[in-house]
Each structure stands twice: as C-alpha cells, then as structure tokens.
C-alpha cells in the first residue's frame, strides 16, 4: 500500500498519537504523517477532520476519516487482517480489554492532566492519590493478565491494551519526577512495573518513541498552555 492510501494527523508528543503509530507499525502499514502543533492554534485541517472534538488523532484511509486512538486502533486492526493481530481473538476478552481501555481514558487520563496542570496543591495531590488508586486496580487486572509468564498485554507481542496504556507510561513518569512520587513501584503495582520494561523493550516502541528528555521539555511548555485554555481549565477543573 503507498503512502498516499493512509495519512495519519497527529502531534509528536501525543501519547493518542502514539498509540495509532503503534498500530501501524506493528502491521507494517506505509502512511504520510501530518505534523501539527499542540502549542499553537487548531489547525485549519483538524476543524475540518474532525469538526466534533476538534482534536487529534485522525485517521485518513480509502476516503473515510477515522476519528479517536481507541476507534482507530480496532479499525486498523479489523481492516488489516494481516498477523499479528491486536485485539484478542476471544469476545470475552476484547470486551475485557476494551473495559480496560475505557477505564483508564475516562478515570486516569484526566486525573494525570490535572496532576501535570494544576496549580492548586491540594488539586494536584488528590489528582495523584486518584493515579495512584486506578492504577492499583489496573494491577489487580495485570496480575492475572500477565500470569504464566507473560510480558505484554497481548502475550508475546503488543496487544489492544499495551497500544492504549503504554504511550501514557513516560507522562507518568513525568508526574513522578516533577512531584517526587513513584506511582509505579515494586510494593503497589509490581506486574505493572515489569510491564513497562517489556513495553519499553519492544522494537516497535523502540522504534517511534520520543525521547524522555524531550518529552519533558515539552511537558513544559505544555502546562502554561493547559493552564491558559479556559475551556481545558474548566473541564480538568484547574480553573484556579
């Protein structure tokens, strides 16, 4: 398939971003990455992508537009055929991984956005004690996932729950480092911690990952941005 067949728009930083990228480089799909700017005004070409959210990622292919990560990914995985395959084989187990998924977007996302952006102590410490509960229930969900052995979500390679949780990991990271906590460790969230080394260890993540450092740089650029945005500060609720 050329290039022009499948345009991905998106932003280097952007762990959504990111996990589209996964997807497409685990099924070896050739596609033009469009860079926009998570700093500066909405581009001209994500109103019009996608009018909706107004947000990336967006997915161009065979003239359809193809709009949020978690959409995305299971629609490369459905039109993609080709191993290996990242949604698991079994219906009990994709609505199980899918459960995950929603889980982490819609409890953990934005308690991580608050704990990076809020000005507030007492704002930013519940956002990080809420970080560090949801994640001991996903290591509740890793250590059975994980049993007999495995490294990754999806066995011996990157599966629907690695692709959506693993982009996330070096923001953690970053919370961490700019708050002296450790939200990973060996006493809350072992399996979790020895998932992140697997993760980090594969070639395709290996292969399209930023580095920290630079990621860093931008987290800093970025909090004055999300601080500044009225609309972020009232749905994140950093609005002080």
Same mark, same amino acid.
């Given at each position: 398939m050329?290039k022009?067949?499948?345009?991905?728009?998106?932003?280097w $930083?952007?762990?959504f971003m990111?996990?589209?990228r996964i !997807?497409?480089?685990?099924k070896?799909i050739?596609?033009e990455?469009i860079?926009?700017? /998570?700093?500066?005004?909405?581009?001209? /070409?994500v109103?019009?992508s &996608? =009018?909706?959210?107004?947000?990336? $990622? +967006?997915l161009?292919?065979?003239?359809n @537009?193809?709009?949020e990560? #978690?959409?995305? +990914? #299971?629609?490369i995985?459905?039109?993609?055929h &080709? !191993?290996?395959s990242i949604?698991?084989?079994?219906?009990? #187990?994709?609505a199980?991984?899918?459960?995950?998924?929603?889980? *982490?977007?819609?409890?953990?996302?934005? !308690?991580?956005? +608050?704990a990076?952006a809020?000005?507030?102590?007492d704002?930013?410490n %519940?956002?990080?004690?809420?970080?560090? #509960?949801?994640?001991?229930?996903?290591?509740?969900?890793?250590?059975t996932?994980l049993?007999?052995?495995?490294?990754?979500?999806?066995g011996? &390679? /990157?599966?629907?729950?690695d692709? %959506?949780?693993g982009p996330?990991?070096?923001?953690i990271?970053?919370?961490?480092?700019? &708050?002296g906590?450790?939200?990973?460790?060996?006493?809350?969230? =072992?399996s979790?911690l020895?998932?992140?080394?697997? *993760?980090f260890?594969?070639?395709?993540v290996? @292969?399209? *990952?930023?580095? !920290?450092?630079? /990621?860093?740089e *931008?987290a800093?650029?970025?909090? $004055?941005?999300?601080?500044?945005? $009225?609309?972020?500060?009232?749905?994140?609720?950093?609005?002080?």
């Open positions: 050329g022009s067949e499948v345009k991905l728009l998106g932003a $930083p952007s762990p990111l996990r589209v !997807a497409l480089h685990l070896s050739n596609y990455f860079e926009v700017d /998570l700093l500066g005004p909405k581009s001209e /070409l109103l019009k &996608n =009018p909706i959210y107004k947000k990336i $990622p +967006v161009f292919h065979d003239g @537009t193809i709009l990560s #978690q959409i995305i +990914v #299971q629609y995985d459905e039109v993609w &080709n !191993a290996p949604l698991p084989s079994d219906a009990a #187990q994709r199980d991984s899918r459960f995950w998924v929603a889980y *982490f977007d819609d409890k953990l996302v934005p !308690a991580l956005i +608050v990076l809020a000005k507030s102590k704002k930013k %519940a956002a990080i004690a809420e970080l560090e #509960q949801g994640l001991v229930h996903l290591e509740e969900a890793a250590s996932k049993s007999k052995g495995k490294a990754l979500f999806g011996e &390679n /990157l599966g629907y729950m692709i %959506a949780l996330f990991l070096v923001w990271g970053i919370i961490e480092k700019l &708050n906590v450790k939200l990973l460790n060996e006493t809350n969230t =072992p979790l020895r998932w992140a080394d697997s *993760f260890s594969h070639a395709v290996k @292969t399209i *990952f930023p580095e !920290a450092e630079k /990621l860093i *931008f800093m650029k970025l909090i $004055p941005v999300l601080r500044a945005r $009225p609309e972020l500060r009232l749905l994140l609720g950093i609005s002080d």
